[in-house]
């Protein structure tokens, strides 16, 4: 079976691929850098392995974009501590990812993905020759994975996600996955629902095993880290109530804003921060024109001079990127995007700072959204009525908004532990490789 998808693969999907990623790339920046960066990325390899010492182990690890990045940094931290010599490869299939992962020191090399066909593969795997190749959360290649399995490489997925709605599961697309993910060597799903996503794809080809989910050790790590990072000077809010709407869709922004319209007009200390999920100049324009025409005027981050903007203004809006998570150390109430359409956004990240957090309705693709509502720590709004509502609650009652924010501390605090599990098994196989 795996003989046929490999056909219809490289012969029907792939090229129809790449056309359409072509013909994207005319009108699509984010695709057009892409592309060139898949175009550079083997020559960094050719240079990189030029100066490699052939003994020294490597492995690859694959992020879609500067999410899954997040968590895997505190494994690549581990694995630098516990194995110095260990060469760590990063490589993105995003430009959101690579352009924002910045400087890392646990990391030797960061590329752009290859493109997915035989001939970039094979030379991109006989420069590299990874001793294991390492997948956070999603985002397969084929390709890419039957030349490993063929080098018998090791691949494995981490924090992996598998929803019971994903399109992997349905018949015919379940089949050609699974010829793909019959090729892993380990699975760690992020959670049980995830676990049982697998078990339709896989069935008992791969070892399944939940060792935690490295996201709960980030975020705690980022809140640490928030303390000796600032990324506002001075933590000018200390003493203003704060609330955050972060990476927030238009969808979004139509139930949340005239909620917030409403309580700084109650609220005279009140400021707010809003962070748009794609803050590019038009939408965040728009952000600021619909706040002036209700007699609020705001500043942008990119402003700077924030301590006498703070004074002047109750609204910092947020152009900038891959900072989100550390503004959520500076507010006291959070409101995350993307709930209402197409899927609420990280919740973890608010609730790592002691926050209640706010939702709109669509929450199923989080399972930690739907733990922070059964703990009283997370509320799920369904129009601006209801989110005024909640909000109101949260700004009147210190007290019941500090245990709400534990409550969601709590969830994060139990359920971090998995980085260390993640990395002794990538050192496991490592060690076996050499053998």
């Known amino acids: 079976m795996k003989s046929f998808w490999f056909i219809v693969y490289n012969i029907l999907i792939l090229p129809l691929m790449i056309l359409a990623s072509t013909v994207l790339s005319l009108f699509n920046r984010k ?6 960066g898949k175009k550079a990325a083997l020559r960094r390899v050719e240079k ?7 003994e020294t182990s490597l492995i690859l690890f694959h992020c879609a974009s500067m999410g899954e990045y997040e968590q895997i940094k505190p494994i690549l931290s581990v694995l630098s501590a516990e194995e110095a010599e260990l060469l760590k490869v990063v490589c993105f299939f995003s430009p959101s990812g690579y352009e924002n992962a910045g400087e890392n020191p646990d990391v030797d090399l960061k590329i752009y993905a290859p493109l997915d066909s035989l001939r970039t593969v094979r030379k991109f795997l006989n420069l590299l020759q990874p001793s294991v190749y390492v997948i956070s959360k999603h985002d397969v290649w084929p390709n890419l994975i039957w030349s490993l399995y063929n080098r018998k490489i090791p691949v494995i997925l981490i924090n992996g996600t598998m929803p019971a709605d994903s399109f992997i599961t349905k018949s015919l697309i379940r089949h050609f996955y699974r010829a793909v993910f019959t090729c892993f060597q380990f699975i760690a799903p992020a959670n049980e629902v995830d676990r049982i996503g697998f078990v339709k794809i896989c069935k008992q080809h ?9 996201r709960f050790d980030q975020v705690l790590v980022r809140s640490l880290e928030n303390k000796r990072k600032d990324i506002l000077p001075n933590r000018p809010f200390e003493k203003r109530l704060t609330i955050i709407a972060g990476s927030v869709w238009p969808s979004d922004e139509e139930h949340l804003f005239p909620a917030l319209l409403e309580l700084l007009k109650e609220q005279p200390t009140l400021f707010l921060i809003v962070v748009p999920h794609e803050p590019g100049e038009q939408h965040v324009s728009q952000i600021k024109k619909y706040f002036a025409g209700h007699q609020h005027s705001s500043f942008l981050f990119s402003d700077g001079n924030f301590k006498k903007n703070i004074l002047r203004h109750r609204i910092l809006i947020v152009n900038r990127i891959g900072i989100l998570a550390n503004l959520y150390g500076y507010c006291d109430i959070a409101c995350v995007g993307g709930s209402f359409d197409p899927g609420v956004h990280n919740v973890m990240e608010p609730a790592a700072f002691h926050m209640p957090v706010l939702f709109g309705p669509k929450i199923l693709n989080s399972p930690e959204a739907l733990e922070l509502v059964r703990r009283e720590a997370g509320f799920k709004i369904e129009n601006r009525q209801e989110a005024y509502n909640m909000l109101k609650k949260l700004c009147r009652e210190p007290e019941y908004r500090k245990t709400c924010g534990e409550r969601a501390f709590a969830l994060i605090d139990e359920n971090s532990g998995g980085t260390q599990k993640i990395a002794d098994k990538i050192l496991a196989l490592v060690k076996n490789k050499k053998r």
Do not use: S
Not at 31 to 36: E, L, T
Not at 48 to 54: D, G, I, L, T, V
Not at 206 to 214: F, N, R
């Open 31 to 36: 695709i057009k850098i892409g592309r060139a």
């Open 48 to 54: 990189f392995a030029a100066r490699r010492q052939e």
């Open 206 to 214: 791969v070892p399944l095993q939940i060792m935690g989910d490295t």
